[in-house]
């Protein structure tokens, strides 16, 4: 749907709140969906420099709102290699069927303190 660039710094939380909207800019119930966001160094890449799923609890959705917010932890920061990547946030319906919500630019910063 959307490509918007992200900046995650290696030794803080991070967080990103993606609304999933109909073009009037209502809500689409989320009900018995689920999430997940990968980052890769390039999208061919065969290892994932990190996964986020609602499965595990780093993705949580309100879906009545249409909402997800997604979390990396100061922990997971910490292991990603400084540069530039990409990533997406995918979701899955009951009925098996797989929509992009957002993926774009993922920089990993140093950072200072």
Do not use: C, K
């Amino acid at each position: 749907m959307a490509d918007f660039d992200i900046t995650i710094t290696d030794n803080a939380d991070w967080s990103m709140v993606v609304t999933y909207e109909t073009a009037g800019g209502a809500p689409i119930d989320l009900t018995g969906y689920t999430a997940i966001m990968t980052l890769r160094t390039h999208p061919a890449a065969s290892v994932a420099m990190l996964q986020l799923s609602s499965a595990a609890g780093e993705i949580s959705i309100n879906a009545a709102l249409g909402m997800m917010t997604v979390s990396v932890t100061s922990a997971q920061a910490a292991t990603l290699t400084q540069g530039r990547g990409v990533y997406d946030l995918m979701i899955t319906n009951l009925g098996g069927s797989v929509t992009r919500i957002v993926g774009g630019t993922v920089t990993i910063e140093s950072g200072v303190t």
